[in-house]
């Protein structure tokens, strides 16, 4: 396989947030721009202006379309013609418009074939929402956009720990009837096959989380478990999917069995989120699972208490562009054997008492579930 250059795309997310700080601080390392040709989707204007605040070097190439984005050159795509107005550290409608304009430009460009793969820095989920979005976040907008009917899934990631939510931004009262048989079978299998096309994983092992406290208890505490969780599993185990449990979240993260699996189902949001960020401090990735774009985030938001200030870590956005790149290339390396699927032989019945004979058809390769 090619080891080419990835084109990656970068949207600006909140101009009142990092995003623009770690963006430029991750391309300030000459060397990003020997591994990746990038584009930023945003404005050069507010680009500048966090540059200049924040006492940055780090230089770009402003285009008018993806088309003229250049290697060796941190290309900034101009998505705006007017001047977006920056208010360090606040929420704003107007930041809000900004980073959905980015993120729109990004997904058309994406349907062109004008990229790769998607790195996304943070939003702010209240001051994007519009007549044209009113999404929980990234993952559930991506998917309508350019998911061409696959299903997402979140997985937060670094080299040690893989957390997949079966639900993600729902209100707590809202978790419970969300759990059904149907939603854990459906995100453990896109879980499973993305563990093994995605980061090359051959035969992945796979721990279930509960529900209730101390997985219920025996029906004291809930029977979400014994009704749904155990069934579920057992459909897996009857696909081939290797999965465990369900175990109690606090004694699970608590003794360390997570360093067991290959990857950890959560049931809901802070029950998966909160033990990874705590584990993985800077080095997380937020990685969109199950869908034919490869789209990668920081594990952060726009943390509006620092912005501007100069203390955002790049870490997390670095590795998010490393991540990306690997996807890639994994999936291009996964698809090679079944590009060009060996015909196979069917027996062709007669009734008119001959001699049997073969014919020789060609099998249509099996879809992945990108």
């Known amino acids: 396989m090619e080891n080419k250059k990835i084109r990656v795309a970068i949207t600006q997310g909140d101009t009142n947030g990092i995003g623009y700080e770690v963006i430029l601080k991750a391309f300030a390392?000459?060397?990003?721009?020997?591994?990746?040709?990038?584009?930023?989707?945003?404005?050069?204007?507010?680009?500048?202006?966090?540059?200049?605040?924040?006492?940055?070097?780090?230089n770009f190439s402003i285009i008018e379309k993806a088309e003229d984005m250049q290697d060796g050159r941190l290309n900034m795509l101009a998505v705006f013609e007017d001047e977006v107005k920056v208010e360090l550290g606040t929420p704003s409608k107007e930041a809000g418009a900004a980073a959905l304009k980015a993120l729109d430009r990004a997904m058309a460009d994406y349907?062109?074939?004008?990229?790769?793969?998607?790195?996304?820095a943070p939003i702010n989920k209240n001051t994007i929402q519009s007549d044209s979005f009113h999404f929980c976040g990234h993952t559930e907008y991506i998917e309508q956009c350019v998911g061409e009917g696959h299903k997402a899934l979140m997985i937060l990631m670094n080299n040690t720990l893989r957390v997949a939510l079966v639900t993600t931004?729902?209100?707590?009262?809202?978790?419970?009837?969300?759990?059904?048989?149907?939603?854990?079978?459906?995100?453990?299998?896109?879980?499973?096959?993305?563990?093994?096309?995605?980061?090359?994983?051959?035969?992945?092992r796979i721990a279930i989380l509960s529900l209730n406290p101390h997985s219920g208890d025996g029906g004291v505490l809930g029977t979400e478990e014994q009704d749904i969780i155990i069934p579920a599993i057992a459909e897996l185990?009857?696909?081939?999917?290797?999965t465990f449990g369900p175990y109690a979240a606090d004694g699970f993260f608590g003794s360390g069995m997570y360093s067991r699996y290959d990857g950890v189902l959560a049931m809901y949001h802070d029950q998966g989120l909160?033990?990874?960020?705590?584990l993985a401090l800077e080095s997380g990735v937020n990685f969109t699972a199950g869908l034919?774009?490869?789209?990668?985030?920081?594990?952060?938001?726009?943390?509006?208490?620092?912005?501007?200030?100069?203390?955002?870590?790049?870490?997390?956005?670095?590795?998010?562009?490393?991540?990306?790149?690997?996807?890639?290339?994994?999936?291009?390396?996964?698809?090679?054997?079944?590009?060009?699927?060996?015909?196979?032989?069917?027996?062709?019945?007669?009734?008119?008492?001959e001699k049997a004979r073969f014919t020789v058809k060609k099998e249509q390769p099996k879809q992945n579930n990108s």
């Open 292 to 353: 034919p774009i490869v789209r990668t985030s920081p594990d952060h938001g726009t943390a509006y208490d620092i912005a501007g200030k100069g203390m955002a870590d790049e870490q997390s956005f670095r590795q998010a562009i490393y991540t990306a790149i690997d996807i890639y290339r994994n999936r291009q390396n996964y698809d090679v054997p079944f590009a060009n699927p060996l015909p196979k032989l069917y027996h062709e019945k007669r009734e008119d008492g």
């Open 111 to 120: 349907r062109q074939g004008l990229y790769d793969v998607l790195v996304t």
């Open 169 to 204: 931004h729902l209100p707590i009262k809202d978790v419970a009837q969300a759990i059904t048989k149907e939603a854990i079978v459906e995100k453990a299998t896109i879980f499973h096959q993305a563990l093994k096309r995605d980061l090359r994983i051959s035969s992945p």
């Open 29 to 58: 390392d000459p060397m990003m721009l020997e591994l990746c040709t990038p584009i930023i989707y945003g404005s050069p204007k507010v680009a500048t202006y966090h540059r200049k605040a924040l006492d940055l070097q780090t």
């Open 274 to 278: 909160a033990p990874f960020k705590t």
């Open 237 to 242: 185990e009857e696909n081939n999917i290797q």
